[in-house]
C-alpha cells in the first residue's frame, strides 16, 4: 500500500527554519519525482518544491528560492524540504506527492492532469509573530 507521510510542520516566527520530511513506503520511491505543495486557506494549491527521482533536478516556486532547499535519500525513501527564513506568506498545509516518471532528471511543479497521482495527509506550517 503506497503511503506518503508528511512530518515537522509548526508554529513558528518569522525568519526561523523548519524542515518537512516525507517518508515513503509501500512502492518503488525511485522510480518518483516527488514534489512539495501548500495550500493556504482560500488559495490554491501551490507546487513549491520538485525534485527528479535521480535527485539531479530540482525545481523551486520564485517565492522560496534561495530560502528553501529540497533533498532526498532513496535508501531510506525520504524527502526533506529545509525552509529557512520563514515568512507569514509559507503559512500554508504543505502536501508531498508523487510522481512515476520513467526519466531520472524531470520533475513538474504543477499539477498537470494525470500527474501526481498520490498524496500524503499534510503538515500545517503557521510563520506568525
Known amino acids: 500500500q503506497l503511503q506518503l507521510v508528511e512530518s515537522g510542520g509548526g508554529l513558528v516566527r518569522p525568519g526561523t527554519s523548519l524542515r518537512l520530511t516525507c517518508a515513503a513506503s509501500g512502492f518503488a520511491f525511485d522510480n518518483y519525482a516527488i514534489a512539495w505543495f501548500r495550500q493556504a486557506p482560500g488559495k490554491e494549491r501551490e507546487g513549491v518544491s520538485c525534485?527528479?527521482?535521480?535527485?539531479?533536478?530540482?525545481k523551486y516556486v520564485d517565492s522560496v528560492k534561495g530560502r528553501f532547499s529540497i533533498s532526498r535519500d532513496n535508501v531510506n525513501e525520504t524527502v526533506y524540504l529545509q525552509m529557512n527564513n520563514l515568512q507569514p506568506d509559507d503559512t500554508a498545509v504543505y502536501y508531498c506527492?508523487?510522481?512515476?516518471?520513467?526519466?531520472?532528471?524531470?520533475?513538474?511543479?504543477?499539477?498537470?492532469?494525470?500527474?501526481?497521482?498520490?498524496w500524503g495527509q499534510g503538515t500545517q506550517v503557521t510563520v506568525s509573530s
Open positions: 525534485i527528479s527521482k535521480s535527485g539531479i533536478t530540482t
Open positions: 506527492a508523487a510522481d512515476w516518471t520513467p526519466y531520472p532528471a524531470i520533475c513538474l511543479l504543477k499539477l498537470y492532469k494525470g500527474r501526481y497521482g498520490e
